[in-house]
């Protein structure tokens, strides 16, 4: 079975997607790109941005993209907001973006129990202006590269999954 790719801004939900999605689905195991990177180079992605930056981080993407490719089946993937450039993209799996409002996403950052943690690893949500920016700019691409649109507002992580999963099916 073809990989499933979780993408969507930044905040959206992907992780948490991913592995509500694995756990009803056992064929399936949750993966993250941003953990895979940030094990790879045994520093947090906050880290390897000040450090290196993100032309250094956009080729860890582009190696972890090669990887996911040859390696991994059966996965559902959910990525860093901006792992949907990767060419190889389609060649990896099934892409799914799952779609909000910038509200939405700002809303459930900050009203999540742990939201100090979710805003520090999220430096950009200091500035909701240049987020919203960046938001702007990312939604059509976001489209443009979808086999499948999911919208997440309102929804439990496990109703989100079963809306995929039933994607899926429908194209089989």
């Given at each position: ?32 790109t ?40 059966n ?36 009203e ?43 929804k ?17």
């Open positions: 079975m073809k990989n499933i790719i979780l993408i969507g801004f930044m905040g959206v939900g992907k992780g948490t997607v991913a592995r509500a999605f694995a756990k009803e689905y056992e064929d399936f195991y949750a993966i993250d941003d953990d895979l990177i940030e094990s790879l180079e045994n520093r947090k992605i906050k880290k390897i941005f000040e450090e290196d930056g993100e032309a250094h981080f956009r080729a860890l993407e582009r190696k972890t993209a090669g990887w996911l490719e040859r390696s991994v089946r996965a559902v993937i959910s990525t860093g907001g901006g792992f949907y450039r990767q060419p190889n993209l389609h060649a990896i799996g099934t892409v799914v973006l799952l779609e909000s409002s910038f509200e939405a996403i700002l809303k459930r950052i900050v999540h129990p742990n939201a100090r943690k979710k805003l520090a690893k999220r430096p950009l949500f200091s500035s909701p202006e240049q987020a919203e920016a960046l938001y702007d700019e990312r939604e059509p691409a976001y489209r443009e590269v979808a086999d499948i649109v999911v919208n997440v507002e309102g439990t992580p496990e109703r989100i999954a079963a809306e995929i999963y039933a994607h899926l099916k429908a194209r089989a």
